[in-house]
């Protein structure tokens, strides 16, 4: 069993940054893929990014490439989210999730409570 806790959402102007966080418990987190994913109210939750177990290949989705890098730090058991030039449309909870099933757009076994992140225009 894993449990993943993120952090660092919160309420940022459009143009912003904000880094979210994701900390995993149990000593197996260098053997999972880890993914972030999104959820705007009304909305179905959409992939936003992943990355390898060893980190030397990450994800994107084309809304977020280029604006948004994941990093993962095994030592800590925490995986990133940098999330730059923040658009309103950005505004949503985001979710952590852990060992992905088939590839990394999901399905994965492990996902943690979310954080909020909205941003204003």
């Known amino acids: 069993q894993v449990q993943l806790v993120e952090s660092g959402g919160g309420l940022v102007q459009a143009g912003g940054s904000l880094r979210l966080s994701c900390a995993a418990s149990g000593r197996t987190f260098s053997m999972y893929g880890m993914g972030w994913f999104r959820q705007a109210p009304g909305k179905e939750r959409e992939f936003v990014s992943a990355?390898?177990?060893?980190?030397?290949?990450?994800y994107y989705a084309d809304s977020v490439k280029g604006r948004f890098t994941i990093s993962r730090d095994n030592a800590k058991n925490t995986v990133y989210l940098q999330m730059n030039s923040l658009k309103p449309e950005d505004t949503a909870v985001y979710y952590c999730?852990?060992?992905?099933?088939?590839?990394?757009?999901?399905?994965?076994?492990?996902w943690g409570q979310g954080t909020q992140v909205t941003v204003s225009s």
């Open positions: 990355i390898s177990r060893r980190g030397g290949n990450t």
């Open positions: 999730a852990a060992n992905w099933v088939a590839g990394p757009t999901g399905p994965y076994n492990y």
